[in-house]
């Protein structure tokens, strides 16, 4: 599915009335399976005060990567620095944790609340190097409409 028709299902999902985590797993599911380069779909969100990261909703296979300390992986830098993250080849990276040995690629949107980093979306995919600049403009879409409702 072309992200333009992605972003109206985004759209109406963040409008009707459900719990966030529900709304949260909705865009996960819908996201890994309309984008083919999408292999796991999740969210963290920043544990409180803590400089750590907890799993939130995702979609694929289960992790055991549920808390990540801020600086850690490509997840905890984001945390700290505040940028979209996009590896085109996890494996060309020192400070990477994998989560499954099929994974190749993978591109963190962190999400803002009034200026702050709060969380993040992280996606990774099996193909080696498929993220463009489409996929962080969307992701950042996505992203910005989940703050709406945190
Ligand atoms: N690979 C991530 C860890 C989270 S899993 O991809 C679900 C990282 O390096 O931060």
């Known amino acids: 599915m072309p992200f333009k028709d992605l972003k109206s299902e985004i759209s109406e999902l963040i409008e009707k009335s459900c719990t966030t985590k529900d709304t949260l797993l909705h865009i996960c599911r819908l996201l890994k399976s309309n984008v083919p380069h999408y292999d796991w779909v999740g969210f ?8 750590e990261l907890l799993l939130g909703p995702y979609a694929g296979n289960p992790t055991e990567h549920t808390t990540i300390p801020f ?73 910005t409409k989940v703050a709406s409702i945190l």
């Open 44 to 51: 963290y969100f920043r544990n409180g005060q803590k400089k």
């Open 71 to 143: 600086g850690k992986g490509i997840c905890g830098q984001v945390a700290v620095n505040n940028q979209n993250f996009v590896v085109p080849d996890v494996q060309a990276q020192d400070n990477y944790i994998a989560c499954s040995l099929t994974v190749k690629s993978e591109i963190v949107i962190p999400i803002f609340v009034n200026g702050e980093n709060i969380g993040q979306i992280d996606i990774d995919s099996n193909t080696l190097n498929p993220f463009t600049k489409a996929d962080e403009v969307f992701l950042e879409f996505v992203c």
